[in-house]
């Protein structure tokens, strides 16, 4: 076990280096430099103060020395300071995580949470206009885009109950009720898709599962059709279910990036976004850093499920 | 199954939210939504409009302001004098007036802040704008003097541009960037960076009554459909300086009201006369005859704008009128011919570097449709933002299709535009003329003469300058029909909420 989790680590630290090496040069080759961006289109500028600034930014320097720069930093625990705004890339970090973690729980939670009673009730009703009419549901829930979704709940909401205040966000401590009626909408966004797909795959592994023999045997011993089912069947099912999960926990955040533009959320969608136009540099490697991080580590996790999960690869 | 759980959550969300709104105390706080965030909040310091929005003449005050007919009038300063060679200008100011750190407003402070903005360290963005500024002294607590190097006509417009601070912000670079102190009718309460910057009234403002509100919320919402839910649904009670297209979209929504006025800013189509074919004089002029204009303010604008010459006519002061510019009839084959005369081929292939901003690629491609009926063949090139500044600095194009912001005063567009060597020439153009006239007009103290030499830089500018001028927009703010006091200003300055209040 220590071994495993010895060599996950290893294979982790290959893909940060290998991320943010990628990061840095893919971001620098976006043309238009931070300095054009930042000192804007109409303002009186000249080339010394341009020169100027891209010294002190140390943006002057080959792209090797920068990321030598940078990389050595960041083993030291300092991922730089934020082009634009002087702070510690950390403490903009710190500022927007929480918003995008709470929608990627809340969105789990409800699409996962729902989707193996979802799949359960779609495998019992298998065959009939039910499961036909739940499954063409499924399909839309899969296609519609988050954003599209995103604007038509607000519209339909603004015309239903115009007195509800829920654009935006406040933080969950200053008011738990209005923190979690803002996110709502936007958790259901994303979790749509999470539902349809999860869903599906519950209902095609339960179906497989209950033509197999122990099932029969199950059944032979005078085990009701309900036991069967969750005891023996789902337990199954379980295990695409869970690698599907960890992948998805990684989509959530592409997802994010628009939900959070939409519903006007503060969180690490929406510093990407910035970082991105404003070519902060510092900022959005480290933001992609963690994001790869926190992926890589969610399906580590995974892995460990299994051997919760399937007793095979307990030895 | 996914539908009717869909549902159920929404009604659940439904009563979550009703719980929440009911016990909201009513204070005044007007709630704005706005599309972007503000990268920083010091006045002398920010360049981008999203900044300047937030703080000017809400959190700042100059020593003079700019009315809603954009002209003059007292601010800190109560009054002025000038001497007769136009190089001396005494302040007094309002006596007892506070920062909003409790502490006074003094000369002293006037001539830091003049200071801090003119330090090559501080390395401020508006440093030209008081570049005339020699020496800026402190007669007493409340008298203010600027000795200038020469006679400086726009100086009274420039110097409401800069916001007064406390003089302990001289060689600070870093505060007022995240928390503001200024002078104005609000002051700096909050900022949560991507979702709100909220500010509170200010008990110590200097003019009586003022404000009305108890404070004004920033809500930084980018997307432009849930900003027009905001404000239909009425989470929101503004939504400031909105563009044709999202107005029209507002138009006729119970509640909500529309406010507007012609703007300062204007569409633009650059030329880079610094190589052919618009070295060429003549090319320039076929251009601007081969544009129609009120064609491209009725499929681009939604018909709200007018065709403007190099300046708006909201200067009502300064403007010449169009039908003063030939060039200003569309008439592509007055256009061929002058290509003809110019002796270049025809088609003239050229490229357009197009602002990624709705209004200006639709201008763009409506005018693209009109050159291309005139001898021209336009390509365009829809670009990334850093990308289309990158290549306007550089002078990288042949055409660009954009926006520019206006200015107050006619000097400070035109010197730093047209003047060879100005700041904002990326035309690189060059004409003797106007150079003589734009340095001869800005040390002009008597206004009538200014606006001459102006007419004639005008005159020169329309048909053959490095800018064929486009149409100067409607500017529009929306507000809930319960608002009342406030007005829109063609520099989309949002000083009138010190007069906004909510009505029951």
């Known amino acids: ?188 966004c994303l979790a749509l898709p999470i539902l349809a797909n999860l869903s599906r795959l519950v209902r095609s592994a339960l179906l497989e599962s209950l033509g197999q023999d122990y099932i029969r045997t199950a059944r032979a011993k005078g085990l009701g059709e309900a036991r069967v089912l969750y005891r023996h069947a789902l337990a199954n099912a379980m295990i695409p279910f869970v690698t599907s999960l960890g992948i998805m926990t990684g989509y959530l955040l592409g997802g994010a990036i628009v939900v959070e533009q939409v519903f006007a959320i503060p969180g690490l969608g929406r510093l990407i976004l910035g970082a991105i136009s404003e070519r902060n540099y510092p900022l959005l490697q480290a933001v992609i850093l963690l994001v790869t991080a926190g992926f890589v580590v969610v399906n580590f996790a995974v892995d460990l499920l299994y051997r919760v999960i399937d007793p095979r690869l307990r030895g | 199954m996914a539908a009717i759980s869909l549902r159920n959550i929404l009604l659940t969300g439904a009563m979550l939210g009703a719980f929440v709104v009911a016990p909201m105390a009513r204070a005044q706080i007007l709630e704005v939504g706005v599309d972007a965030s503000p990268v920083g909040l010091d006045p002398h310091l920010i360049t981008a409009f999203p900044s300047f929005q937030v703080v000017s003449g809400t959190i700042y005050e100059g020593l003079t302001a700019i009315d809603k007919d954009l002209r003059v009038q007292p601010s800190l300063a109560a009054s002025w004098t000038i001497s007769a060679d136009g190089k001396t200008y005494v302040f007094k100011l309002r006596p007892g007036m506070h920062f909003h750190d409790g502490s006074p407003v003094e000369a002293a402070d006037v001539v830091a802040s003049i200071r801090r903005v003119k330090s090559k360290d501080m390395a401020s963005p508006m440093a030209s704008r008081v570049g005339t500024v020699d020496q800026a002294n402190a007669i007493d607590a ?24 406390p003089r302990g912000f001289e060689a600070d670079k870093a505060s007022l960037q995240k928390a503001p102190v200024g002078t104005g009718p609000f002051k700096f309460k909050e900022w949560q960076p991507n979702g709100f910057i909220q500010l509170t009234k200010f008990d110590g403002y200097w003019r009586a009554g003022a404000p009305k509100l108890d404070g004004v919320k920033f809500n930084i919402v980018p997307e432009s459909a849930t900003r027009q839910v905001g404000v239909s649904s009425g989470q929101f009670a503004m939504l400031a300086n909105i563009d044709a297209a999202t107005a029209m979209q507002l138009k006729g929504k119970p509640n909500v009201r529309l406010v507007e006025t012609l703007e300062l800013a204007y569409s633009l189509i ?85 602002l990624p901003r709705q209004d200006i690629k639709d201008i763009a491609q409506v005018a693209q449709a009109q050159l291309n009926k005139a001898g021209f063949k336009v390509e365009l090139k829809n670009q990334e933002l850093g990308q289309f500044i990158q290549d306007w600095r550089n002078s990288s194009f042949d055409t660009f299709a954009s926006t520019n912001g206006g200015s107050t005063d006619p000097d400070d567009y035109f010197y730093r535009t047209f003047r060879t060597g100005g700041s904002t020439n990326v035309f690189k153009y060059t004409n003797t003329e106007v150079d003589g006239l734009l340095d001869s007009a800005r040390q002009m103290p008597d206004p009538a003469e200014r606006k001459k030499a102006y007419s004639k830089v005008q005159a020169i500018l329309a048909c053959q300058g490095p800018i064929a001028h486009i149409a100067y927009g409607q500017i529009f703010s929306a507000v809930r029909s319960n608002v009342a006091g406030f007005e829109q200003i063609a520099n989309r300055s949002l000083v009138t909420l010190s007069d906004t209040s909510i009505t029951k």
Request: hydrophobic share 50%; proline share 7%.
């Open chain 2, 270 to 354: 650059g030329m880079n006369t610094s190589k052919p074919p618009f070295d060429n004089a003549k090319v320039r002029e076929a251009l601007n005859y081969a544009l129609n204009r009120p064609e491209i303010i009725a499929a681009a604008l939604f018909g709200a704008g007018v065709p403007g010459g190099p300046l708006s006519p909201a200067l009502k002061d300064w403007a010449a009128d169009t039908s003063s510019f030939p060039c200003y009839k569309y008439d592509p084959a007055k256009a061929m011919a002058l290509l003809k005369e110019a002796g270049v081929t025809m088609p003239v292939s050229i490229t357009m570097n197009v």
């Open chain 2, 142 to 165: 409340t008298t203010v003097e600027l000795k200038l190097t020469e006679p400086t006509a726009p100086l009274l417009i420039s110097i409401a541009t800069i916001a007064i601070v």
């Open chain 1, 1 to 188: 076990m220590t071994r495993i989790v010895l060599a996950r680590l290893v294979d982790l630290g290959f893909v940060l280096i290998g991320i943010s090496a990628l990061v840095f040069c893919m971001i620098r080759f976006i043309p238009g430099d931070a300095v054009a961006i930042m000192l804007g289109a109409n303002t009186e500028v000249t080339p010394d103060r341009v020169a100027a600034l891209r010294t002190q930014l140390g943006l002057d320097q080959p792209l090797l020395v920068q990321y030598g720069r940078w990389a050595w930093a960041a083993l030291h625990g300092d991922l730089g300071t934020s082009l634009w705004t002087g702070r510690p890339v950390v403490a903009e970090i710190a500022l927007h995580i929480w918003p995008t973690v709470q929608l990627t729980v809340m969105a789990l939670g409800l699409g996962a949470g729902l989707s193996v009673p979802a799949g359960c009730m779609m495998a019992r009703l298998h065959g009939g206009t039910a499961d036909t009419l739940l499954r063409l549901g499924s399909v839309a829930g899969l296609t519609i885009p988050s954003f599209w979704l995103g604007i038509v709940m607000i519209l339909a909401l603004a015309t239903l109950a115009p007195s509800l205040q829920l654009l935006g966000y406040v933080p969950f401590f200053d008011d738990p009720l209005g923190n979690i009626a803002r996110l709502l909408l936007p958790a259901i």
